[in-house]
């Protein structure tokens, strides 16, 4: 069964200080990778996926994702934070091949301060 | 276009009586998802719909719990006899098609309090 594992429930950093979310992820073939954002009292939105080809990869509002098998990770970063950034932060991996169940970490909260 | 819509967004009801939650999914979108979001136990699958069909129930907690699709559309969960532990955030979402590199679109969620 796949798992993954976000280290630090809670994140705090400094408005226009480097965000890093980590995210670890548990399989024995390499998944379909998922960062998703949810904001208080709504849904969770996508900012990027990996599934195959280039390993970096470049979602919305600034956020990018690095694919490391060697590593089974799958660390989300943005290089200068904004305080709409606050937000939980989700990790997921889903099978691939036919269309399968998404697997949560358990979140991230992160908090911007000035 | 219009995001994948539920409803109610929020219901509180009695310990023991019937709820439905509805989702109306992006138009198009031929794969639906329902998933739970507590504290306790963070975000779970529950099910998942092609079409009308649900090839993967392995989420639903009990057999109080059951859902539905209608016309490749709208899907409703039900849950029966509910219990204290039922409360949550109960969340839909839909993808284009069956493949799973095709992203999960979320609704808000139902916030469902059983008091």
């Known amino acids: 069964a796949q798992s993954v594992t976000q280290l630090g429930s809670h994140v705090s950093v400094s408005e226009g200080a480097l965000v890093l979310l980590r995210c670890n992820y548990s399989?024995?073939?390499?998944?379909?990778l998922f960062w998703y954002v949810q904001y208080p009292n709504q849904g969770l939105q996508l900012l990027l996926k990996y599934t195959t080809g280039a390993t970096l990869v470049k979602g919305i509002n600034g956020f990018e994702a690095e694919f490391k098998k060697s590593e089974t990770s799958f660390h989300l970063t943005k290089p200068s934070a904004h305080m709409s950034d606050a937000a939980e932060y989700f990790c997921?991996?889903?099978?691939?091949?036919?269309?399968?169940?998404?697997?949560f970490g358990t979140g991230t909260r992160l908090q911007v301060t000035l | 276009g219009a995001g994948v819509s539920q409803s109610p967004s929020n219901k509180v009801t009695e310990k023991g009586k019937d709820v439905e939650l509805r989702c109306d999914p992006i138009?198009?979108?031929?794969?639906l998802y329902w998933y739970r979001q507590s504290l306790g136990q963070g975000l779970e699958f529950l099910i998942y719909f092609q079409g009308n069909s649900a090839p993967d129930k392995s989420g639903l907690p009990s057999d109080r719990f059951s859902a539905e699709r209608t016309g490749g559309s709208v899907s409703t969960l039900t849950i029966q006899r509910t219990q204290q532990e039922d409360s949550a955030v109960y969340l839909c979402a839909s993808s284009l098609g069956p493949h799973s590199n095709q992203p999960q679109h979320f609704g808000d969620g139902t916030r469902l309090s059983i008091l």
């Open positions: 399989s024995s073939v390499p998944p379909y």
């Open positions: 997921a991996v889903s099978d691939t091949g036919t269309a399968s169940k998404l697997t």
């Open positions: 138009s198009g979108h031929t794969a």
